[in-house]
């Protein structure tokens, strides 16, 4: 086991600002804090339980059936997350709505899947999805942080920058364009600094 494959898709190989997947429950969901945590983890989950599943039975699985074998293992995994949600978490459930069972075609999930999980160890395929799954949770938490801090002027749905601000807060940011202005200016930060270094 390798300590990089954890440790890779936390910045170098970000899912959402290095390598752009996951780019629509980045844009759809992180409306808040809450919101961008509990679509990370969730797919975390999803990861790390079918990279570990897809390297047991990656060696023997044809070649012709092998994406549709993977979509059946990831759907199975997506609804045992969606489930538990709803049954222990009902408000983040609802309010992930939909988002929750698409993370079957979520391309992080399928390209870990096919690029690295069906060509590696059990214990390497667990450290990349959860380094990937980490990695995504925390790309949602700070753009979820960002919109809902200046969207709605609270954090965790708690009044953070007064009452003034938050009787005209700035709207764009929790409006579809504010996910888009924020990934834009965090991605541009991002690759400055990468330039830098």
Same mark, same amino acid.
């Given at each position: ?28 969901? *992180? ?11 969730? *797919? ?38 969606? &489930? ?13 709505? &939909? ?54 002027? *609270? ?43």
């Amino acid at each position: 086991m390798s300590f990089r494959e954890f440790t890779k898709g936390l910045y170098k190989e970000n899912p959402t600002f290095r390598i752009m997947l996951g780019m629509c429950p980045t844009l759809a969901v *992180t409306t808040s804090l809450i919101n961008g945590i509990g679509m990370g983890l969730a *797919t975390a989950a999803v990861l790390v339980c079918s990279n570990a599943m897809i390297s047991l039975i990656g060696g023997i699985v044809p070649n012709k059936i092998r994406i549709p074998v993977y979509v059946v293992v990831i759907a199975a995994f997506v609804t045992i997350t969606d &489930l538990s949600l709803a049954a222990y978490v009902p408000v983040l459930h609802k309010s992930l709505g &939909l988002f929750i069972p698409l993370i079957v075609v979520n391309c992080i999930v399928l390209g870990r899947a096919e690029a690295f999980a069906n060509r590696h160890g059990v214990g390497d395929s667990i450290l990349d999805g959860l380094g990937m799954g980490l990695g995504f949770t925390l790309s949602l938490s700070v753009i979820g942080s960002i919109r809902e801090i200046l969207g709605a002027g *609270t954090i965790l749905g708690r009044p953070l920058l007064g009452h003034a601000y938050m009787a005209h807060p700035f709207l764009l940011f929790v409006l579809p364009a504010g996910a888009f202005f924020t990934l834009a200016i965090l991605m541009g930060i991002m690759n400055r600094l990468e330039k830098k270094s």
